[in-house]
């Protein structure tokens, strides 16, 4: 039960994330937007459309914590652990993105490399996060040791 409460969890956060997405470009371009319009128009309605887009966003955080759990699993090491994250996000943003018309076939390398620039900038910001941490424990037990 514990699992599908983390999951959905990290459900909303990427639907969150994706809202907040949203409402940045739609500042930027000076109009609400509830995606790019050629994907709202091949949809029956505006809100079926914007209706996917959520569940879609939503799925960027099940695919990242599914993903991300091969970093708990003490025989995977980090490298592996990464490359599974970053493929299987990068899969499944490849296809919401083409699906959603954010970018085509032809424009798909560009947006596979900004997306893996953006991983690595989020991923080493949470590395660095991290690893301060486990050096405050580790310093916590040191002292702790010293003083029994």
């Given at each position: 039960m514990k699992k599908i409460g983390n999951l959905l969890v990290s459900f909303l956060i990427g639907v969150g994330i994706g809202s907040l997405v949203e409402l940045i470009v739609s500042f930027f371009i000076g109009k609400i937007t509830i995606g790019v319009p050629e994907y709202v128009m091949s949809?029956?309605?505006?809100?079926?459309?914007h209706?996917?887009?959520?569940m879609?966003?939503?799925?960027?955080?099940?695919v990242g914590t599914l993903s991300g759990s091969f970093y708990d699993k003490e025989?995977?090491?980090l490298l592996a652990s990464t490359v599974i994250n970053?493929?299987?996000?990068?899969?499944?943003?490849?296809?919401?993105?083409?699906?959603?018309?954010?970018f085509n076939l032809?424009?798909?390398?560009?947006?596979?490399?900004?997306?893996?620039?953006?991983?690595?900038?989020i991923w080493s910001i949470i590395y660095f996060?991290?690893?301060?941490?486990?050096?405050?424990i580790?310093?916590?037990?040191?002292?702790?040791?010293?003083?029994?």
């Open positions: 949809q029956t309605s505006p809100v079926l459309a209706f996917k887009s959520l879609l966003y939503g799925g960027y955080g099940i025989k995977t090491s970053l493929a299987s996000l990068l899969i499944y943003h490849s296809f919401v993105g083409l699906y959603l018309k954010w032809n424009t798909l390398i560009q947006a596979i490399i900004v997306f893996t620039i953006n991983f690595f900038i996060i991290e690893k301060k941490n486990i050096e405050k580790n310093k916590k037990l040191s002292n702790k040791k010293e003083t029994e």
